[in-house]
């Protein structure tokens, strides 16, 4: 197969373009900034307004989940395509492009009049968001200095962190004060502007395109495999996992076809992957760090909540606001390490940040079902110090050494390992937190009944005070089920300590890195 012709005069590829200055600079910045800030919020504020939309549609709140599943699906399907379709069909053009149909897809999702059409824009809106963060990356990269990138994507990356906890609180508001469909009409303005903005600064900074041909092969079996493994993660808690014979079909088709995926993609001279990526030490060094550690990030961030809402009683609103803080040393802090990373070895903030996150979740497996929200809110303060020092050095040490035209590909393989680690993340902490729930439940219940002194103690005190001897068992049952899921979910904390401790170590295997070589703050997507 002879070599790609290029379908536009273009510089040569490893050539980089000038950095952009003064009104353009911030300009760029604010545009690219706030279009990754509508997709990340869009990927997390229906996750409250389910029980609206089901209900206005007429359909279960189980049926109502696969709103999140059917954008989840996409968008992991998506992401990695980044390279190929740069190279198709130009890094700012694609951008704007996903801008625009994002926008339309939104105005879709609001229209809806059933729950099949709300799937099927929300699978296209999920699909066109792939692109728009590791393109963000890459153009944000081209508009600074190699010296500023660290700066300039600590920025960038403040809006990502904002962006997820914003998310359940502004979606809650809208459901209880408005109607459901404006979670997606607030994309509008966001996203005209962005679009707008965009193309007009960097239209003329296109990059070079090329007639690649199609790998439909490894387009199909990407779609199989990402779609059985997301469909299983996201329906395994539900369904029982491989107790049902929906997730082991599923499981194994993914497996399947993803092997058959790699085998392909590393033979096909124009692959739809670039998996030679991995062949890197810092690239597949940083890309497992930062997975796992989202992973375990994720999965904490969706286990506290439900923790506090469905055994403490937390209401919705009040859980969103234990989580706030969680954004304010991420802010703060965010360009000072964007400022010092040019100067010091990425490895050690990286090193940092793990040690931070496991001293916050071990803090938190220390919490007891009695717990106060002051107590609550110290480890989430804290913990918005180590995403600051996260995503940024991780994903410098990712794309070290990266030539311009493999940007595109690595940002974007990068940020699907990373997507598809979160999901996981929550896939696994829910359920293993629901088993270990159960397993201290039983353990807590051998010493309870008439056989007990101390239960029949509790039990004569509660009816003492006016309680019948059923509602004195009862609420003995209520103390158990919370004690039993506090300890369940302090498990996972600790756990996830340990690992974060483990992390470390994998963090030293890559080479030195500074941020003078390109660098993305990575998305808290």
Partial sequence: MSSPKPALPARPPSQPLPPLTGGKLVMGTVALSLAVFMNVLDSSIANVSIPAISGDLGVSPQQGTWVITSFAVANAISVPLTGWLTQRFGQVRLFVTSIILFVLSSILCGLAPSMEVLIAARVLQGAVAGPMIPLSQSLLLSSYPPAKSGMALAFWGMTTLVAPVMGPLLGGWISDNYTWPWIFYINIPVGVFAAWATWSIYHKRESAVYKLPIDKIGLGLLVIWVGSLQIMLDKGKE????????????????????????????????????????????????????????????????ILPLWLQTTLGYTATLAGEVMAPVGIFAIILSPFIGKILPKVDARWVASTAFLIFALVFFLRSQFTENVDTFTLMIPTVIQGAAMAMFFIPLTSIILSGQPPEKMPSAAGLSNFVRIMFGGMGTSITSTFWDRRTSLHHSQLTEFSGPHSPAFNEAVHNLTAQGMSEPAAWATIERLITVKAATQGATDIFWISAVLFLMLIALVWLTKPSRSSVPADAGGAH
Avoid: C, Q
Avoid at 259 to 278: A, K, M, N, Q, R
């Fill in 239 to 302: 369904l029982d996992w491989f107790n049902s014979s929906t997730i082991v079909i599923l499981g194994a088709i993914a497996l399947v076809a993803f092997i058959y995926f790699v085998i392909w993609e590393l033979g096909d001279d124009h692959p739809v992957v670039d998996l030679t990526l991995f062949k890197g030490r810092n690239f597949s060094g940083g890309v497992i760090a930062i997975s796992v550690g989202y992973g375990l990030m994720f999965g904490g961030l969706v």
